[in-house]
């Protein structure tokens, strides 16, 4: 019988592309993949450290799973990993600690375990890592939308950030690799990819043969993909001729996640964000003069150290002055090894949990306001899946969520859809007959 192995993702959507990666590493050499709820001979736990909350989760689902079957090796990987290799060391169970770097190599690691060695860690420096690893998704599944990792590490060190240090400096992806793997999803009939990395913005910086606009107009080039989205930009790669060229290529996808954080320059500035709301703003108009019905989305922090009242609310009215969809709102979490973490004017967590509340409310308004503009209008929708009998859900170009009702399978198809009503994050339509 086949060996079981387990591969699981915390975090963000390059961990998840990674875990994915890691599993089909497995069933390359005879492994049978397994879900991480089914008892398991391998268990590859991928860790996320953004917050402490992401630690705990992390080691507690190494607990889990070593319950689950006692004399399974675990193999624990990704930036919690990496930037704690002794505390994922003593957690009760782990056999193997890898990190962020040789991911590649992790069949090999669990296969070259000897129990009797006791832990093994593999952690290494990954400050001076240059080379963007290879770790691909051969094994494809018939999805409409697939993620692909472009980029690796950050160089910003945002005051509040431990990813500098768990994933290193960036590392693009060599554009050959990219379109590659582009051609094989749209030969396996994905219509729709999703550049991601940890700092998609910094594509190509650390390369001489590309740039950030140039990849997206590479794999604008593959036959078969309809759709592009990236996962997150921040202001400053928006000049005008990056917001022309975006525009000159029409399957990229009219929604841009424009990185906020805060919208008060004094926060912007202690949380050493590389921009301020006057070049905010400018990158909004740039890229509404040319994609004049983008949606834009965007991540806020509350609470951040020393963030007054009146700070809370300059941010508050300036993301409402941007008219974003929606906000994805993080009430701020100390993490440790930051400099944020350090300052003594934290705020308490029930003032952090009412700004929570109060912006989370805004974007409730935005995104109704965003998707009420649309009722009566007629938009392109690419179906995912079947919701409820006969009912098929499915996203526009600008990312608005839409139901509409059918008897032949729209699974994977593009429709254009007549827009009746909202109710909630929902817009409901109907088909428009061609
Ligand atoms: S840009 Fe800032 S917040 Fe984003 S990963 Fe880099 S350091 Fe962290």
């Known amino acids: ?146 993620y692909l990792k472009i980029q690796d590490g950050c160089s910003q060190f945002c005051s509040y950030c431990i990813i500098p240090y768990a994933r ?19 030969e396996n009939g994905f219509r729709e990819v999703v550049l991601t990395g940890i700092h998609v913005a910094s594509y190509g910086k650390d390369r001489k043969d590309i740039t950030l606009t140039e990849i997206i107009q590479q794999v604008h080039a593959v ?27 029409p399957k990229v996808c009219d929604h841009f996640h ?11 500035e ?13 990158a909004v108009a740039l890229l509404r003069k040319y994609l004049p019905d983008a949606a834009l989305t965007t991540d806020i922090i509350v609470g951040f150290p020393g963030e007054s009242e009146e700070d809370y609310q300059q941010s508050k009215a300036f993301a409402e002055e941007i008219g974003f969809s929606k906000i994805h709102v993080f009430p701020y979490s100390p993490k440790k090894g930051t400099p944020a973490a350090e300052r003594k004017d934290q705020l308490p967590n029930a003032v952090k949990q009412q700004r929570s509340h109060d912006l989370i409310l805004a974007s409730e308004r935005m995104t109704e306001a965003f998707l009420q503009a649309h009722v009566g209008k007629q938009k392109e929708v690419l179906f ?20 509409a009702k059918s008897t032949e399978d ?9 827009m009746l009503k909202v109710e909630g994050e929902t817009a409901f339509g109907e088909i428009v007959k061609s």
Not at 170 to 181: C, K, L, T
Not at 258 to 268: E, N, V, Y
């Open 223 to 249: 036959e078969g993909i309809e759709r592009i989205r990236f996962s997150s930009i921040e202001p400053n790669v928006v000049t005008e001729e990056f917001a022309q060229a975006m525009a000159a290529l």
């Open 168 to 186: 290193g400096p960036i590392r693009s992806r060599a554009p050959q690799d990219v379109i590659a793997e582009v051609k094989r999803l749209a």
């Open 410 to 418: 729209l699974t994977n198809q593009c429709k254009m859809v007549h």
């Open 384 to 403: 995912e899946r079947m919701v409820s009998p006969d009912v098929y859900e499915g996203h526009t170009t600008n990312y608005m969520k839409v139901h």
């Open 1 to 146: 019988m086949n060996q079981k192995i387990a591969s699981y993702a915390l975090g963000c959507k390059v961990n998840q592309y990674e875990s994915e990666a890691i599993a089909e590493l497995f069933a390359e050499k005879g492994y049978d993949v397994v879900s991480i709820e089914d008892q398991a001979d391998v268990y590859i736990i991928n860790t996320c450290t953004v917050t402490n909350f992401g630690d705990k989760k992390s080691r507690q689902l190494i607990r889990k799973v070593k319950r689950q079957n006692p004399d399974a090796i675990v193999a624990v990987v990704g930036c919690y990993a990496q930037t704690a290799p002794e505390e994922i060391s003593a957690v009760e169970g782990v056999n193997l600690v890898i990190g962020t770097k040789d991911k590649s190599q992790v069949v090999k690691m669990v296969e070259d375990y000897r129990k009797e060695m006791g832990v093994q860690n593999f952690v290494t420096d990954i400050m001076h890592e240059r080379v963007f690893e290879p770790l691909e998704i051969k094994r494809l599944q018939n999805r409409t939308r697939a």
């Open 258 to 268: 424009l990185s906020l954080q805060s919208g008060c320059d004094k926060t912007l």
């Open 270 to 282: 202690q949380m050493r964000r590389r921009y301020d709301t006057a070049q905010y703003r400018r």
